[in-house]
T-cell receptor, first 114, second 114 residues
Framework: DSGVTQTPKHLITATGQRVTLRCSPR?????VYWYQQSLDQGLQFLIQ???????AKGNILERFSAQQFPDLHSELNLSSLELGDSALYFC?????????????FGEGSWLTVV | DQQVKQNSPSLSVQEGRISILNCDYT??????FLWYKKYPAEGPTFLIS?????DKNEDGRFTVFLNKSAKHLSLHIVPSQPGDSAVYFC?????????????FGAGTQVVVTP
């Protein structure tokens, strides 16, 4: 158990819909990351928040957005869903953003868009 | 543009023998490299990392070697155990990027046979 909690574990939704994935980082971790793992793209970095502020962006679609709340939990919002958004979405956390800090991953949220 | 490559999708090794996993990269600005292990239905678990200023890092049965001139790193697992059967991901961090914005390889499936 990494200490990073993600909900829901599985989600099936229709195209065009909007979903929210939730992440609780390890206690005390300030940095939260979102990654997407799809069959054809592998693990791709989406976005990072550090202590409530957006810190880095990757290949995140404009239809996707995220935020980190004062209690440090984070949410990833996916809207206007397409079939190609079906993937495993991982949240990860680290104590700080200093290089070398261990990054712990949650078990992921499986999203299936039908 | 895949900057981190794991060219062997699978590896089969006998229990007790050495497992050697390889990873190549194209960007000389990567300054940190990490290895993660992933079991089905779980998130990636951190194994070991190495800074670009070193050429070797060891932690128990796991050793990572870095050859910067060849842009190549490898993970050695000695001795291999059945519980090591998993997918192994190589990841890299750019010096100019925020820590945690990792670029992952496609993974190598390791099967340890009795």
């Amino acid at each position: 158990d990494s200490g990073v909690t993600q909900t829901p574990k599985h989600l099936i939704t229709a195209t065009g819909q909007r979903v929210t994935l939730r992440c609780s980082p390890r206690s005390g971790d300030l940095s939260v990351y979102w990654y997407q793992q799809s069959l054809d793209q592998g693990l791709q970095f989406l976005i990072q928040y550090y202590n409530g502020e957006e810190r880095a962006k990757g290949n995140i679609l404009e239809r996707f957005s995220a935020q980190q709340f004062p209690d440090l939990h984070s949410e990833l919002n996916l809207s206007s869903l397409e079939l190609g958004d079906s993937a495993l979405y991982f949240c990860a956390s680290a104590r700080t953003d200093v290089s070398g800090n261990t990054i712990y991953f949650g078990e992921g949220s499986w999203l299936t868009v039908v | 543009d895949q900057q981190v490559k794991q060219n062997s999708p699978s590896l089969s090794v006998q229990e007790g023998r050495i497992s050697i996993l390889n990873c190549d990269y194209t960007n000389s600005m990567f300054d940190y490299f990490l290895w993660y292990k992933k079991y089905p239905a779980e998130g990636p678990t951190f194994l070991i990392s190495i800074s670009s200023i070193k050429d070797k890092n060891e932690d128990g049965r796991f050793t990572v070697f870095l050859n910067k001139s060849a842009k190549h790193l490898s993970l050695h697992i000695v001795p291999s155990q059945p519980g090591d059967s998993a997918v192994y991901f190589c990841a890299a961090s750019l010096a100019t990027d925020s820590w945690g914005k990792l670029q992952f390889g496609a993974g190598t499936q390791v099967v340890v046979t009795p």
